[in-house]
């Protein structure tokens, strides 16, 4: 019995001639967090689809929820997963309450829960109003509403947060951060690097349908060649040692009277406690770990040095 | 399972009176019809043949031309346009099969179809009543025919629709060749046939290959279903001359036409199943 929620082993993917998957693996335990970042192209969408079972491997095995994805029993397994597709259009003349009804019955799921799922995503006002009339923000919390119906144990969210403003991907993190601590497991892909860093637990990268890297941020920190920034404020007219700055990348002083040391995640503590040791006293220092866009620009030079 | 289909339908018939696709069917039939059969009416005078049965003659051809059309027009968005729109991608992530929704679209598209063809006709029979003397039961028969073929026309050609809804990879391909469908059945194909006889002059058509090719098109079918049915409105039709000649029975034609119903859906069925997504 597999007890990953996800689990892809050696999966390969080929249309005509376009290889969209190259022997990824990944399993995903319950109640994780995983953004599946990449560029338009890399495979995202097509890894997502094999896992709803809407496509079938060109080799490998998918496994979701202890079923096979291409397998006949998978039919049932669809009812304990949330799906939101990428840009979705619902019909304009139905209603909030009548898109949801219908979604529901299909999961039969009650119809009576849906109030509930409005209040969640924040339409509760506008349900009864033609779809139609909703703004771009509007659909998506209604195709997030959709997704969530029947308290689903995984939720494959495809740009969840595209064309909604900073304070409602705020709620939608939220919502995503309840159901992970509820234990529902969550697979989000998307191109907002900056925004999903501190939304989730764990990173895949595809490049050309290859999974180029896979970890938690501090894991990918240190396995990258990305740097780490320590900005060190020093007192009116004290100057830096040398020996402090020994294997550090780079550093730079700017016009504020504040030095930027750039370096390895592996060589940041040696750096710090060598700069603390020192007895001309720091005024500040502030360490700004080598953010997602760092990390993921890292391996884009590294994939195309190959 | 079929609880999923019904779903479907429901959905389907509901978008239907929202998009004001009943409605704008139901009033296009019911305005030509009435027109068509108001007109149609007086050339025959009061001693000619029931109006009600010269009613029939002229709405199967009205229906001849627009009821494939109609048909085609919705079938060919069903697959194609929610594909495009993303919302099929969606309905496929669901625990439902893809003949689930194909069926439930079938359905639901049929429902729609019937109550525009039901109401418009009906409309313009319930007028013609209105002014007409009693009618004799053998027209009244002829118009239930009428309306039965009618719902059986339009579910064969939403099936054709289906097929190259599925088939297509966009919303607008479908559509061209909707119409290509279109074209073919309800125009060409009856004037390539035409010509054919008048070149052929009976050397190499014989009956049998005749019947044949009526076979081979669901609009002839249904022509031949309501004009060479009954002998008072075959010779009201233009089609009696051809009429002689067909030596198929009714029930053989309804089968015919049933197959045009049921090969082209279970075509859609297997195709969608195999389409990539």
Redesign the interface.
């Known amino acids: 019995m597999d007890e990953n929620v996800i689990s892809l082993d050696r999966v390969s993917k080929q249309?005509r001639d376009v290889r969209a998957l190259d022997e990824v693996s990944l399993a995903v335990p319950r109640a994780q967090r995983v953004a599946l970042i990449g560029h338009n192209g890399a495979g995202k969408s097509t890894l997502i689809?094999l896992m709803?079972g809407?496509?079938r491997p060109t080799g490998g095995k998918v496994v979701v929820l202890g079923a096979e994805a291409t397998g006949a029993g998978f039919?049932?397994a669809?009812?304990a997963?949330g799906?939101l597709?990428?840009?979705?259009?619902?019909?304009?003349?139905?209603t909030g309450v009548?898109v949801l009804d219908?979604?529901a019955?299909?999961?039969?799921q009650p119809v009576s829960k849906n109030a509930g799922l409005f209040e969640r995503v924040g339409l509760a006002q506008a349900a009864r109003r033609r779809v139609g009339t909703y703004s771009k923000g509007m659909r998506q919390r209604l195709?997030l509403a959709?997704a969530l119906i029947g308290h689903p144990r995984l939720l494959?969210l495809d740009e969840p947060t595209s064309g909604l403003d900073p304070s409602l991907r705020k709620e939608v993190y939220g919502i995503i951060g309840e159901l992970a601590r509820n234990g529902a497991t969550v697979l989000l892909s998307s191109h907002a690097l900056a925004e999903i860093e501190p939304e989730v637990d764990r990173v895949v990268a595809l490049i050309r349908g290859r999974k180029v890297a896979d970890g938690t941020m501090v894991g990918l920190r240190q396995a990258s060649a990305a740097l780490a920034r320590i900005q060190v404020r020093l007192p009116e007219g004290c100057e830096l040692p040398d020996a402090a700055l020994v294997c550090a990348a780079s550093h730079e002083r700017r016009g504020d009277g504040v030095t930027e040391i750039r370096c390895r995640e592996s060589e940041k503590l040696p750096i710090l406690r060598r700069l603390l040791a020192e007895p001309s006293a720091l005024a500040d220092v502030e360490v700004i770990p080598a953010t997602l866009e760092d990390i993921y620009a890292g391996i884009l030079r590294r994939e195309e040095a190959r | 399972m079929i609880r999923?289909v019904w779903?479907?339908a429901v959905?389907e018939m509901?978008?239907g009176f929202?998009?004001r696709r009943v409605v704008a069917s139901t009033l296009l039939l019911a305005a030509l019809a009435l027109t068509l059969s108001l007109i149609g009416s007086a050339p025959v005078g009061e001693l000619g043949a029931s109006r009600l049965s010269v009613a029939v003659v002229s709405l199967s051809s009205l229906t001849t031309f627009l009821i494939p059309l109609i048909a085609l027009i919705i079938a060919h968005d069903a697959i194609a346009g929610e594909f495009d729109?993303?919302?099929m991608?969606?309905?496929?992530?669901?625990?439902?099969?893809r003949w689930q929704i194909i069926a439930g679209k079938f359905l639901g598209h049929v429902g729609i179809l019937t109550i525009a063809i039901i109401i418009g006709y009906g409309l313009a029979a319930l007028a013609m009543g209105l002014t007409a003397a009693p009618q004799e039961s053998a027209s009244r028969l002829a118009f239930l025919n009428l309306l039965g073929t009618s719902v059986m026309l339009a579910a064969a050609f939403l099936a054709l629709g289906y097929c190259v809804s599925v088939v297509a990879q966009s919303q607008r391909a479908a559509a061209g060749a909707a119409i290509g469908i279109w074209l073919f059945f309800v125009i060409l194909y009856d004037i390539a046939l035409l010509g054919l006889l008048v070149v052929d002059d009976g050397r190499m058509v014989t009956v049998g290959l005749f019947n044949l090719l009526l076979l081979a098109n669901p609009a002839d079918i249904y022509r031949m279903l309501n004009l060479a049915g009954l002998p008072d409105i075959g010779r009201l039709s233009g089609m009696a001359g051809i009429a002689r000649d067909v030596t198929l029975s009714p029930a053989a034609l309804a089968g015919a036409l049933l197959a045009w119903i049921c090969v082209p859906l279970l075509f859609a069925s297997v195709a969608f199943s195999r389409r990539?997504?």
């Open positions: 249309y689809k709803l809407l496509i039919i049932e669809r009812r997963i799906f597709p990428e840009s979705i259009v619902f019909p304009d003349g139905m009548e219908f979604y019955r299909l999961k039969r195709g959709q494959l | 999923s779903i479907i959905r509901r978008d929202r998009n729109r993303g919302t991608l969606l309905l496929l992530s669901y625990p439902v099969r990539q997504v």
